[in-house]
């Protein structure tokens, strides 16, 4: 990932993104979900883990989406 801060906020903005860019059941957008809700530690690395397994376009779309608000 780029320098965009990764905290509960910003999980949260992320899987908004990827709701429009993958789809609300997409492993990756529910992983993130599950981390902005709990900010578990575990759960964010999962959810991190599955965001860069994501094609490099949508990763660059979704955070492109969350840099412009």
Do not use: W, Y
């Amino acid at each position: 990932m780029d320098e965009t801060r990764i905290d509960r906020a910003n999980l949260g903005r992320l899987a908004n993104a990827l709701v429009f860019i993958c789809g609300a059941d997409h492993p990756t957008t529910v992983a993130l979900k599950a981390a902005a809700e709990s900010g578990a530690e575990r759960d964010i690395k999962a959810a991190r883990s599955l965001f860069l397994k994501l094609k490099p376009g949508d990763r660059k779309a979704a955070l492109a989406m969350i840099n412009d608000q």
